[in-house]
């Protein structure tokens, strides 16, 4: 039990998730920015937030990994020293925006596995 100088108690907070403590403020906020920027579809359309949620379908970890790979090979490419550019539009791959498109495949796959799997 925690008490606290003003009289309020609290239970322990051993053994309990610290997600502000395993989180970066940074990373997630430069995640956050990445999504909202690919949010914007080929027609010019906005997608929902969570539309990636609703999986790829029968071949959802195939499209993941694949892109996957991709995103690690420019993130790869771009420490050690060599840039990269996208192929649809030109524009120089940051170590970030390789990172983001990183992480969105991996909480992608790991989603669908944990959600529609495992009944999370």
């Not at 997600?19 to 990445?34: M, T, W």
């Not at 929902?48 to 090979?73: A, I, P, T």
């Not at 050690?80 to 990183?102: M, S």
């Amino acid at each position: 039990m925690r008490e606290f100088n003003t009289g309020g108690t609290r239970d322990s907070d051993e053994g309990k998730n610290d997600y502000d403590g395993f989180l970066s403020f940074p990373v997630i906020e430069a995640y956050g920015n990445y999504m909202t920027v690919h949010r914007k579809q080929a027609d010019g359309k906005l997608r929902d937030s969570d539309n990636w949620q609703k999986s790829f379908g029968d071949k959802h970890y195939e499209v993941c990994m694949k892109s996957l790979w991709r995103h690690f090979l420019d993130f790869w490419a771009i420490h050690r020293g060599y840039k990269r550019f996208d192929k649809a539009n030109g524009h120089e791959i940051t170590i970030i925006e390789a990172g983001c498109a990183i992480l969105f495949n991996i909480i992608a796959y790991m989603h669908i596995f944990l959600v529609k799997e495992k009944g999370r």
